[in-house]
């Protein structure tokens, strides 16, 4: 298995909870809570693959853990290039729906400005929300959780993810 950093900031538990299913999916992964963990950029260029979680608040922003993280990634520019990123993060499509699971398009911008490769683009297809700026070319930037609303899908949902980014990263 490639070596794999699940990195996640979590408000409420939600994308706490699918990051530890992610961990119990990709064997040998480590997880590392934004809050708690999370040192720099250069603890995630250890890893060849990132799964990275964010929820959205506000207004279609990443997680608070997740700010002064981005800040200093975006001021710093480290070489991402050769990475290999998927995103997950949850939302509430129905309360915050004119901004489901948004923060993940501000991961996918800056990861894309330096230079990684995305896997893990997920269907829009089952989810009720507005507006996405997740959505990229018809599908979400990556797996969209709306345990709010759908939690009896999230597990499955976080099952055929999981065995979608291992196939694309050829790990299966
Ligand atoms: C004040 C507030 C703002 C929110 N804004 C958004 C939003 O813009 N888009 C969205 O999809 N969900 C939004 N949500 C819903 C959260 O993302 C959702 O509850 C999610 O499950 C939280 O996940 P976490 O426990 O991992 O932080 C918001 C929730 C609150 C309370």
């Given at each position: 298995?490639?070596?794999?950093?699940?990195?996640?900031?979590?408000?409420?538990?939600?994308?706490?909870?699918?990051?530890?299913?992610?961990?119990?999916?990709?064997?040998?992964?480590?997880?590392?809570?934004?809050?708690?963990?999370?040192?720099?950029?250069?603890?995630?260029?250890?890893?060849?693959?990132?799964?990275?979680?964010?929820?959205?608040?506000?207004?279609?922003?990443?997680?608070?853990?997740?700010?002064?993280?981005?800040?200093?990634?975006?001021?710093?520019?480290?070489?991402?290039?050769?990475?290999?990123?998927?995103?997950?993060g949850a939302g509430d499509g129905e309360s915050h729906?004119?901004?489901?699971?948004s923060a993940l398009a501000k991961l996918h911008e800056l990861f894309d400005t330096l230079g990684?490769?995305?896997?893990?683009?997920?269907?829009?297809?089952?989810?009720?929300?507005?507006?996405?700026?997740?959505?990229?070319?018809?599908?979400?930037?990556?797996?969209?959780?709306?345990?709010?609303?759908?939690?009896?899908?999230?597990?499955?949902?976080?099952?055929?993810?999981?065995?979608?980014?291992?196939?694309?990263?050829?790990?299966?």
């Amino acid at each position: 298995m490639a070596n794999i950093g699940i990195f996640y900031g979590s408000s409420s538990g939600i994308t706490r909870k699918v990051a530890e299913q992610l961990e119990e999916l990709f064997e040998g992964s480590e997880v590392i809570d934004m809050e708690e963990d999370y040192e720099d950029a250069d603890q995630m260029l250890e890893f060849d693959v990132l799964l990275l979680g964010s929820s959205t608040w506000g207004q279609g922003d990443p997680q608070r853990d997740w700010v002064d993280a981005l800040y200093d990634i975006e001021n710093e520019e480290p070489d991402f290039s050769g990475k290999k990123i998927a995103l997950f993060g949850a939302g509430d499509g129905e309360s915050h729906g004119e901004e489901f699971v948004s923060a993940l398009a501000k991961l996918h911008e800056l990861f894309d400005t330096l230079g990684a490769d995305f896997v893990g683009f997920w269907p829009t297809e089952g989810y009720k929300y507005e507006f996405s700026a997740a959505e990229k070319e018809g599908k979400f930037c990556g797996l969209a959780i709306d345990d709010i609303n759908q939690e009896d899908l999230t597990q499955s949902r976080v099952e055929s993810w999981a065995g979608q980014v291992k196939s694309e990263l050829g790990l299966v």
